[in-house]
C-alpha cells in the first residue's frame, strides 16, 4: 500500500454537535464511529461542540455526557484514533486527563488566531499525556499573514506537532487559504492543517488550495454535517481528492456507506447554505452562532441577517455566543424606540 | 485619625493600578510598592510619587516590614503561597488578588466583612468580582440550581499572568460562584478578544432557578446590587434587562474602568483593584476604629 498523501480527519461527531444541538446520542456515535474506522479514516474528533467542558447554557448543554460518548466511540476502533477538541477559557486540563482515560489518542487545542499564548499548558500535557497534539487557530481569516505564523511559532514552541488553519467563518477564499498556508509550510517545521466552513460554498475549493500548498492534515464532515452550512463534505472530499491524483487511503464507498446510511438519517436539517450561513461566511461569523441566531431572532423578533452583520462588525470571536443575544435585544430596543 | 499603612507586592498592571485607588482612600495610605525588576514602570512611578520602592522582591519587603500594615499580592498564583506564608507569619494582613484562593472569596457586595479575621483574603478573579454580585442577586430571592458566567475581556487587557493562569482562572471563578455567590454548581468560562480599538468588559451571568417566577424580585434585586457596586466602580452598568426564559435567567453586564492606570476599556482589571481596596479600605477603619 503506498503511503496516504494526507490524513483526512472527520469532525462529524464535534463540530456536528453544533448542528444537532448537542443531542448525539450513544448509538449515534457508535455507528459513525464504526463506519469511519472501517472507512480507513485514521482520525476523527468527538466532543461537545464547543470542546471539552463545552456543556453549558451559553452553548447548550450535551444531551449525553460527552465523556460516555468518547469512551463509545473509542470502543468501536480498531485502527482510527480519537480526538477531543479543548478551548482553553472553556475546558480545562482536567477534562483532558479524562478524556484519555476513556480512550482519547489525540487533542487538538484551540483558540483565536492571536491568543496561542493561553494555550501553552495544555499543549504541554497533551504530550506528556503522550497525544497526537494540534495547535488550532479559529478565525484565521480575521488575522494577517505574519499574525498567523507567528502564533503558529509560539504552538510550535509549546510542543504542538501540527498546526491547524481554522476558517471558523467560512469567509476565505482560495487565495487566503493559499497565502497562510504556504506562509507557514515556509515559517514552521511542524506539519499544517486545515479545516473549512462551507458557508460561502468555498469549502471544497479551499480544501484543494489547502492540500496544494502543503497541508498534511484536512478536515471534513459526513454530509457536511458541522456548524453553519458545515464543513468539507468528507465523503465528497475523499472522491474530489482522489480524482485529483492524491493517495487517500480511504475506502469510498465505505465512508458514502456511513455517510448515508447512519449520519444522514440522524441529521436535524439538510446542510444547505441559507440566508443566515452566507451572511456568516460574508461578515465573518463564527458559524456556531447559526442556530443560536436563529432563536434569538425569534425572541426579540429582529431579522437574523442584521444581527449576523452586526457581529461581524463588532469583530466577535468564536465562543461569544451571548453576545448575539444581547446584540438582538439592543435591536428590538431600537426597534421599539421607533415605533412609539 | 491613623491609616494603615500599605505594600503592593507586584508592579505589574495591577499592581500599579492599584497604587492609584489606594491614594484615594480615606484609611490607607500607599507606603511601599515592590517588584522585581528595577527598571519596571510601575516601580518607577511609585518612587516618582515618593513611595519605597523595591525592586528585590519579597525578600527586601521582609527587611523592612514596619512599613506595612496591609499586603497586596498582584503577582501570580504559583508565587503567592510563599509570600503569604513569610507575611502571615509576621503578622501582616494579606489580601490576594492572585487565583491562589489559599484564604476565603471576598467579594464586596456579598461578604465585605465576613472573613475579616482571617490573615489572608482572596479577591476571586475579575470574572469573579464582575458576576458574582449578580449570581447573589438571583440567589437571595430563590434558590439558584446551577450558575454560568461568561467573561469577555480585551486580549490587551489580559496579562501574561492571566494568560498562563486561564485554568486557574475558571477554577477558582466556578468555586467561588458556588462558595460566595451561592448556586449549587458553578461554571466559568473566559474569552479574549483581540478587537480594535479594545472592547468594554462584557459579562453575562445565566442562572437557572429552582422554579419560575419572582421576575420581579429578581430584577429588583439585581438593580440594587449593581448600585452597590457601583459605590466603588462607577462603570459598572447592566446591559437590557434581565431575560427570562423558563427557569433560566440571562444578566447582560459591561465594566467600565476608572482609567487609573488602564484605558477605561479594561474593566476587568479595575473591578479587581477597585474591590480589594475596597476591602482593605473597610478593614482599615475597622482595625483604627478598635485600636484608637
Redesign the interface.
Known amino acids: 500500500m503506498t503511503e496516504r498523501s494526507f490524513e483526512i480527519l472527520d469532525v462529524s461527531l464535534r463540530d456536528g454537535s453544533h448542528a444537532m444541538k448537542h443531542s448525539f446520542t450513544e448509538e449515534q456515535v457508535r455507528a459513525t464511529a464504526k463506519g469511519l474506522d472501517a472507512a480507513g479514516v485514521n482520525y476523527f474528533e468527538v466532543s461537545h461542540g464547543d470542546g471539552l467542558g463545552g456543556s453549558?447554557?451559553?452553548y447548550g448543554f450535551s444531551k449525553v455526557d460527552e465523556l460516555k460518548l468518547i469512551e463509545a466511540a473509542a470502543d468501536e476502533c480498531e485502527n482510527a484514533k480519537v480526538s477531543v477538541l479543548l478551548i482553553?477559557?472553556?475546558g480545562?486540563?482536567e477534562d483532558l486527563q479524562e478524556a484519555v482515560k476513556v480512550g482519547a489518542k489525540m487533542v487538538r487545542v484551540a483558540t483565536?488566531v492571536?491568543?496561542a499564548?493561553?494555550a501553552?499548558?495544555h499543549i504541554a500535557l497533551g504530550r506528556e499525556l503522550g497525544l497526537k497534539t494540534v495547535g488550532f487557530l479559529m478565525m484565521a481569516h480575521m488575522a494577517p499573514v505574519e499574525k498567523v505564523v507567528e502564533q503558529a511559532k509560539l504552538f510550535e514552541s509549546y510542543g504542538a506537532e501540527i498546526v491547524y488553519v481554522t476558517d471558523s467563518a467560512g469567509y476565505m477564499l482560495p487565495n487566503d487559504v493559499t497565502e497562510r498556508i504556504s506562509a507557514l509550510k515556509q515559517s514552521i517545521g511542524c506539519e499544517i492543517g486545515f479545516h473549512a466552513h462551507n458557508n460561502l460554498s468555498m469549502a471544497m475549493a479551499n480544501t484543494i488550495a489547502a492540500v496544494e500548498a502543503g497541508a498534511t492534515y484536512i478536515d471534513g464532515s459526513l454530509r457536511a454535517l458541522g456548524a453553519g452550512a458545515g464543513n468539507t463534505q468528507t465523503e465528497v472530499m475523499a472522491a474530489v481528492l482522489e480524482r485529483l491524483g492524491y493517495n487517500t487511503g480511504i475506502d469510498l464507498y465505505k465512508l458514502m456507506d456511513v455517510a448515508n446510511d447512519v449520519v444522514a438519517k440522524f441529521m436535524q436539517r439538510p446542510q444547505e447554505i441559507t440566508g443566515s450561513g452566507l451572511i456568516m461566511g460574508y461578515s465573518g461569523v463564527y458559524s456556531s452562532f447559526l442556530l443560536h441566531t436563529q432563536a434569538a431572532a425569534q425572541?426579540f423578533g429582529v431579522d437574523e441577517r442584521d444581527i449576523l452583520v452586526e457581529l461581524g462588525r463588532?469583530?466577535?470571536?468564536?465562543?461569544?455566543e451571548?453576545?448575539i443575544?444581547?446584540v438582538a435585544?439592543?435591536f428590538a430596543?431600537k426597534k421599539q424606540k421607533v415605533e412609539v | 485619625m491613623r491609616k494603615l499603612k500599605v505594600g503592593i507586592i507586584g508592579s505589574g498592571n495591577i499592581g500599579t493600578d492599584l497604587m492609584y485607588k489606594i491614594e484615594r482612600s480615606e484609611n490607607l495610605e500607599m507606603s511601599v510598592m515592590v517588584g522585581i525588576d528595577p527598571d519596571s514602570d510601575g516601580l518607577k512611578r511609585a518612587a516618582d510619587r515618593g513611595y519605597v520602592a523595591i525592586s528585590n522582591g519579597i525578600e527586601g519587603l521582609m527587611e523592612q516590614l514596619d512599613l506595612v500594615d496591609i499586603v497586596f499580592d498582584a503577582t501570580s498564583a504559583y508565587a503567592h503561597k510563599n509570600h503569604s506564608d513569610l507575611l502571615t507569619a509576621a503578622g501582616k494582613k494579606v489580601i490576594d488578588l492572585t487565583p491562589a484562593a489559599i484564604g476565603p472569596f471576598t467579594v464586596p457586595p456579598v461578604n465585605l466583612t465576613e472573613h475579616f479575621d482571617e490573615a489572608n483574603l482572596n479577591m476571586v478573579t475579575c470574572g469573579g468580582q464582575a458576576t458574582i454580585p449578580m449570581v447573589k442577586a438571583v440567589s437571595r430571592v430563590i434558590p439558584v440550581e446551577?450558575a454560568?458566567i461568561?467573561a469577555?475581556v480585551a486580549?490587551k487587557s489580559a496579562g501574561?499572568g492571566t494568560?498562563?493562569n486561564?485554568?486557574e482562572?475558571?477554577?477558582t471563578t466556578s468555586k467561588a460562584i458556588e462558595q460566595v455567590g451561592g448556586a449549587k454548581k458553578g461554571?466559568a468560562?473566559?474569552?479574549?478578544?483581540?478587537?480594535e480599538p479594545p472592547?468594554i468588559m462584557?459579562d453575562?451571568v445565566?442562572a437557572?432557578v429552582e422554579e419560575e417566577g419572582k421576575e420581579e424580585e429578581i430584577i429588583a434585586s439585581v438593580q440594587e446590587m449593581v448600585k452597590e457596586v457601583q459605590k466603588y466602580v462607577p462603570g459598572y452598568r447592566l446591559?437590557?434587562t434581565p431575560?427570562f426564559?423558563g427557569r433560566?435567567v440571562?444578566i447582560?453586564l459591561e465594566v467600565e474602568g476608572a482609567g487609573d492606570y488602564f484605558p477605561p476599556y479594561s474593566g476587568n482589571l479595575d473591578i479587581m483593584t477597585a474591590a480589594a481596596a475596597r476591602v482593605a479600605d473597610e478593614l482599615a477603619k475597622q482595625l483604627t476604629a478598635t485600636n484608637a
Open positions: 453549558s447554557l451559553q482553553p477559557g472553556i480545562i486540563k483565536h492571536t491568543e499564548d493561553v501553552a499548558q425572541k463588532m469583530k466577535a470571536v468564536g465562543g461569544q451571548d453576545l443575544y444581547d435585544q439592543q430596543l | 446551577y454560568e461568561v469577555t486580549s501574561p494568560r498562563a486561564i485554568d482562572f475558571t477554577r461554571k468560562i473566559i474569552i479574549l478578544n483581540p478587537a472592547i462584557r453575562t445565566n437557572l446591559r437590557g431575560q426564559d433560566k440571562s447582560f
